[in-house]
């Protein structure tokens, strides 16, 4: 067993459901780690990623809503909580991982908003602001990267990206009223997610040139 291995906490119910992300990130996901790609969670991740255009077809082929195309929706959105065990079980995690999931997870939104903004499943003003939100993430997650900041998802994502979520798998179900108000609570939770995740960039921005 490795002295990382050692120093982990222990797997408990909490930390296995991801209810408790108390500690420091595992050292096996910091910027300076190998990618470790071949991995039973980036696996899970792989799958995912494939399924993202399966999803899109499904539903262009159906017209806009569709059953099946919801359920695969279901399925690449949970995976991201599969894998995540996964790698608490394992102990597989890897910075291709830590990379991966938040682009698998902006990749499957934007596909949905696609989706629901050609066949007008909800309103287009929410899509627009979701999509220019995910956009805006994943410009300025690439760009916090190159620059060596760590963004660590924070509760107001994780409690944000599940509505949003769900209003579009909603609209996918062809349940618009449903999916209209879980889309704008998700919407107005990601923002706020946003706004904090800048505020992390610059703090630690300021940090590393020393100023205050």
């Known amino acids: 067993m490795s002295k990382d291995q050692q120093e982990r906490a222990p797997l408990t119910f909490r930390r296995f459901a991801g ?3 108390s500690g420091p990130p595992p050292p096996e996901t910091l910027p300076d780690a190998p990618l ?8 899970i991740g792989l799958v995912r990623l494939i399924l ?16 099946t195309a919801a359920a ?10 599969a894998d995540g065990i996964a790698a608490r079980v394992t102990g597989q995690y890897s910075r291709l991982g830590a990379m991966l999931d938040p ?3 902006r990749v499957l939104v934007i596909a949905g908003v696609v989706v629901c903004w050609r066949f007008e499943l909800v309103p287009i003003p929410l899509l627009a602001a979701l999509i220019a939100r995910e956009l805006l993430m994943l410009i300025g997650g690439s760009i916090a990267l190159r620059r060596g900041v760590r963004l660590e998802i924070n509760w ?7 509505p949003a979520m769900g209003g579009l798998f909603l609209a996918i179900c062809g349940a618009r009223l449903a999916a209209t ?16 995740y800048y505020r992390s960039a610059r703090l630690q921005l300021a940090q590393r040139t020393g100023s205050t």
């Open 72 to 81: 695969i929706y279901a399925v690449v959105a949970w995976g991201d909580y």
């Open 52 to 67: 993202i255009p399966v999803f899109v077809v499904i539903c262009w082929n159906a017209g806009g809503a569709s059953l």
């Open 19 to 21: 209810l408790d992300r």
């Open 36 to 43: 470790r790609p071949f991995t039973i969670p980036n696996a």
């Open 103 to 105: 682009v698998i997870d």
């Open 181 to 196: 108000i879980m889309l704008a609570i998700g919407l107005v939770l990601l923002v706020i997610a946003t706004v904090e």
């Open 156 to 162: 107001w994502g994780r409690w944000g990206v599940w």
